[in-house]
């Protein structure tokens, strides 16, 4: 779980690793480079290859507003495969349009939710474009 420098909470995780206990999440974005199975819940599925960026840019910046808005009053998953490199980068990007903040996105999530988040040179850079 990472709480964003509002307070908002999002939870970030791998699909690999299964659902974790506790409350299932209202909503999820799904950061794969193939459709993820169906959930119980409302979810929106972004293509987005292992180990890269995502192929629509445009997209992804929209889904995650969305995110952030529903985040207010809903519980909120960001997953991809392993949970570090597309969900960490995306963590990074939702701090970075969490407000102004004195904090790097990137190290803020490195501290907050896994050393590991971040995990490519073009991942940093893309968030470092995005702020």
């Known amino acids: 779980m990472l709480r964003l420098p509002s307070g908002r909470l999002v939870r970030g995780r791998g699909l ?10 209202d ?20 293509r987005w290859p ?3 960026l995502p192929t629509d840019r445009a ?3 929209a889904a995650l507003r969305v995110a952030l808005q529903r985040s207010a009053t809903e519980r ?10 597309r ?5 990074a990007c939702l701090v ?9 996105p990137i190290s ?3 501290e907050n939710y896994s050393k590991r988040a971040v995990e490519t040179p073009w991942q940093k850079r893309f968030v470092g474009r995005f702020s």
């Open 59 to 61: 997209g992804f910046e």
């Open 87 to 91: 969900t960490g980068t995306a963590l």
């Open 16 to 25: 690999r690793d299964g659902l974790p206990a506790g409350p299932k999440p």
């Open 108 to 110: 803020y999530v490195r």
């Open 50 to 52: 292992d180990s890269w």
């Open 76 to 85: 909120v998953e960001i997953a991809c495969g392993g949970g570090f490199g």
């Open 27 to 46: 909503f999820a974005l799904h950061l794969r480079g193939r459709r993820p199975p169906e959930t119980e819940w409302e979810s929106r599925w972004l």
């Open 96 to 104: 970075a349009m969490d407000g102004p903040s004195e904090h790097d």
